[in-house]
C-alpha cells in the first residue's frame, strides 16, 4: 500500500509565478489536510478537504492561495504570484474516514522562491 | 486556541544518555496527543500517541504519558542512539467538523554524538 505521494518533492519558482503543489492521499483516504512549515518552525494547519468539498480552510491566507480535491485525481495547493514569503515545505497528510485523529503525512514539497 | 509549547532546542546527548523533551498544551476539551519525528529531508512520521489522560503511547523505546492534571507530555527514551537523531515535535488534535486538524509545538531537534 503505497504511502501518501507528494509532487514535485522541490519546487523553485520565480516572484509572481504560479506553484501547483499536488498530493495523492493513501488508498482508501478520503480525507486530505495541507499543512505549510517555514524555517525552523513548527507545522501549521492551512486546509482540510474531502472529496469536491473544503471543510475548513481556516489556516489558508485570503489571498493567492487555493486548494481542490476533485472526485478524481489528486489534491492540488495552488498559490498564485508566489513572493519569497512563500518559501516553505508544504506537506500534505491524508487520513481514512472514521480516523481522522490518524494522519499519515508525505515527505512534503519544498518550495523556493527566487 | 488551542495551542502546545515545546521545550527549545537544539538539544545534544551522547549515545546511551537519558532523553526528556518537554511538552505541555493548552486546549479545550480532551484531545488525543502525539509525538511525530522528522527525519532530516523527510516528512513527518507518527512516533506515538495517546487518546485520553493517564494512557501511555510508546514505539521504539521512546514513552509519553498523557498528563491531563500537568497538561503535559513529555516524551523520554531510555537509552538514545545515534539513528534517534533528528526533530521531534509534539501535537493535539483539533476537532473541525467531524475530523481533526493537528496543532504542532514549534519542534525539537535532537542530535545524538557517537
Known amino acids: 500500500n503505497a504511502g501518501v505521494m507528494q509532487n514535485p518533492r522541490h519546487l523553485v519558482r520565480r516572484r509572481g509565478q504560479e506553484a501547483r503543489l499536488r498530493c495523492s492521499p493513501m488508498?482508501?483516504?478520503?480525507?486530505v489536510y495541507w499543512y505549510r512549515q517555514l524555517p525552523e518552525e513548527g507545522l501549521k494547519f492551512m486546509v482540510y478537504?474531502?472529496?469536491?468539498?473544503?471543510?475548513?480552510e481556516s489556516g489558508m491566507p485570503k489571498e493567492r492561495f487555493s486548494a481542490e480535491f476533485p472526485k478524481e485525481g489528486p489534491s492540488i495547493l495552488r498559490i498564485q504570484q508566489v513572493v519569497r514569503g512563500d518559501s516553505a515545505a508544504y506537506f500534505c497528510a491524508s487520513s481514512p474516514i472514521g480516523a481522522s485523529h490518524e494522519q499519515y503525512f508525505g515527505p512534503g514539497t519544498r518550495l523556493t522562491v527566487t | 486556541g488551542n495551542s502546545v509549547t515545546q521545550m527549545e532546542g537544539p538539544v545534544t546527548l551522547s549515545e546511551e544518555a537519558f532523553l526528556t523533551i518537554n511538552c505541555t498544551y493548552t486546549a479545550t476539551g480532551y484531545p488525543s496527543l502525539f509525538w511525530y519525528v522528522q527525519y532530516p529531508g523527510e516528512g513527518l512520521q507518527l512516533l506515538l500517541k495517546a487518546t485520553k489522560a493517564d494512557d501511555k503511547g510508546s514505539n521504539k523505546g521512546f514513552e509519553a504519558t498523557y498528563r491531563k492534571e500537568t497538561t503535559s507530555f513529555h516524551l523520554e527514551k531510555g537509552s538514545v542512539q545515534v539513528s534517534d537523531s533528528a526533530v521531534y515535535f509534539c501535537a493535539l488534535s483539533d476537532k473541525i467538523q467531524g475530523a481533526q486538524k493537528l496543532v504542532f509545538g514549534q519542534g525539537t531537534r535532537l542530535t545524538i554524538n557517537p
Open positions: 488508498k482508501g483516504h478520503s480525507h
Open positions: 478537504l474531502q472529496k469536491e468539498n473544503i471543510i475548513d
